[in-house]
């Protein structure tokens, strides 16, 4: 298996991809890239090339790269990507295919096992020579308890396993791995790497964090604004300055952006709690999530949740949000009114600022960056009434800050998964909630995004400009303000999870 770039370039949407000599043979490489979502550019390019060399379709839509200039060679029959990009695309499907307006039950997407069936090769087409059968795909990725629900019904980290599962189920020759641990638990995590560690395939595993660099790949490419700057072993990478350049570069970035905060400060005050929930129970005819969750919230506490994939974390969120339908059915008090008790949406949401993966994919209309930040006034998902003069003030400085004014006015489908994350983190921001609910934030963002943004919640925390309720699976995103967590543990009788409370 050989690709080759010589003196390539090639343009897409958001970014220029600039590589001037670059040969994979036969091996697997990390992909490093301190600025710009150069994981689905990459994956969409190599798909977009092999399925036109070899006749293959292997990817959900056509993809828009385009080639100027350079030699591009590749003798990869079939590759495969997984990308939240690609989650994107296959979430988009299954929403074209939904039934749910012509049944008298929720369609929740097709079935685990079926999306994975439906992904292995064509009979007579061109096989590899060990294929993996699904059975030991399912086990080696815990994939066997989801095999029967529907796509749309998964949590984010199960989502993640299952879109791995389908593109090793294709058979490929070369895979395209975009921070493929980004949102699993640390168990899963940990599997997953020895999985792909033994998977007799070469890849390109892109990771935006230190800690996700697998210790078994040893050629390292560094990416810089769509421009792979340098290739090196592991050791090399290992003493590479650009790490802390990029912190120092944040520092002063985030700090601008609590200036700002501080300067259009609008915060309400409400007695304590101001959320609680009793005896909180969360479950379907089939499944339950978890039960007798009794959680308060009072003025200036910061909260992280924590646990295993699919124990109920973004559930748990959502009845603070109101998203869920059985936030009704549960004793609720949220901002001094009792939920269902006559209270608009909007009497709720107008202090509370969301970023979550589940919102991110919701979020299809394509309206300008401009319009996605100023939507955070109304929590809408697009734009639909005027914003005012001080609110587009307030947005162009957020867009200032983020370095993407000249985005102004270009829809958020065009830009990259990176900035349209970054984008919707501006838009929870932007009103200065009371709760500022982080559903695995950083999921998405490159390295300077991850960066960037930790910093300004750690500065948002310690100011008490909002209260966080912040979930992720990494240790290293803990912030120092953060002294009260709420973690799932599996009850004993296995019937879901329970909520220990700590500080």
């Not at 079926?114 to 815990?142: C, F, M, V, W, Y």
């Not at 980004?182 to 033994?198: F, K």
């Not at 039960?291 to 959502?318: A, M």
């Not at 809408?380 to 003030?393: F, N, P, T, V």
Request: proline fraction near 3%.
């Amino acid at each position: 298996m050989d690709i080759k770039f010589n003196q390539f370039t090639a343009l897409s949407h958001s970014l220029t991809l600039d590589i001037a000599d670059w040969h994979i043979h036969n091996q697997s490489w990390g992909v490093f890239s301190a600025h710009g979502d150069i994981g689905s550019i990459l994956g969409d390019l190599l798909c977009q090339q092999s399925a036109a060399l070899f006749d293959n379709k292997l990817t959900n839509q056509p993809k828009d790269i385009e080639v100027l200039s350079g030699d591009m060679s590749i003798s990869a029959h079939r590759i495969a990507q997984v990308s939240l990009t690609e989650q994107q695309r296959l979430l988009a499907l299954e929403l074209e295919s939904d039934d749910t307006d012509f049944q008298d039950i929720v369609d929740t997407g097709t079935k685990v096992i079926e999306l994975i069936k439906q992904a292995l090769p064509a009979a007579g087409s061109r096989q590899t020579n060990n294929p993996e059968p699904i059975d030991a795909l399912l086990t080696k990725l815990d994939l066997h308890s989801l095999q029967e629900q529907g796509f749309r019904e998964l949590s984010t980290g199960e989502t993640r396993r299952v879109m791995l599962a389908i593109a090793i189920a294709s058979q490929p020759d070369f895979l395209v791995l975009d921070n493929p641990f980004s949102g699993l638990d640390i168990q899963h995590r940990d599997a997953l790497s020895y999985y792909l560690s033994q998977l007799p395939i070469p890849m390109l595993l892109v990771f935006s964090r230190e800690e996700d660099q697998p210790k078994w790949i040893d050629n390292i490419a560094i990416f810089s604004h769509g421009k792979l700057d340098r290739k090196m072993n592991k050791h090399d990478w290992e003493q590479h300055p650009v790490i802390a350049q990029i912190t120092s570069q944040t520092q002063v970035q985030s700090e601008l952006m609590l200036a700002t905060m501080q300067r259009h400060r609008h915060q309400s005050h409400f007695n304590n709690p101001v959320f609680e929930l009793k005896n909180g129970k969360v479950a379907y005819s089939d499944k339950t999530i978890f039960t007798d969750v009794n959680w308060r919230i009072d003025n200036g506490q910061h909260w992280q949740i924590k646990g295993p994939n699919g124990c109920g974390k973004s559930t748990l969120l959502g009845l603070i949000f109101g998203d869920h339908p059985q936030c009704y059915s549960n004793d609720i008090h949220i901002f001094g009114k009792k939920r269902g008790t006559g209270e608009t949406i909007w009497e709720i949401k107008q202090h509370i600022g969301m970023v979550s993966s589940a919102l991110h994919l919701q979020y299809r209309i394509n309206c300008s960056a401009t319009d996605v930040i100023l939507s955070g006034f109304y929590d809408s998902i697009g734009l639909y009434q005027q914003a005012s003069a001080d609110q587009k003030a307030v947005a162009k400085d957020w867009l200032i800050m983020l370095h993407m004014i000249e985005y102004a006015n270009t829809p958020i489908k065009q830009l990259d998964y990176s900035q349209q994350r970054l984008l919707l983190i501006a838009r929870a921001l932007v009103k200065q909630p009371t709760l500022l609910i982080l559903d695995e934030p950083y999921q998405g963002l490159d390295y300077l995004g991850i960066r960037l943004v930790k910093k300004t919640l750690e500065l948002i925390a310690k100011e008490n400009l909002s209260q966080l309720l912040f979930v992720s699976h990494y240790h290293e995103d803990s912030i120092d303000s953060i002294d009260h967590y709420l973690t799932f543990v599996a009850k004993e009788n296995g019937e879901g999870y329970r909520a220990v409370i700590s500080e």
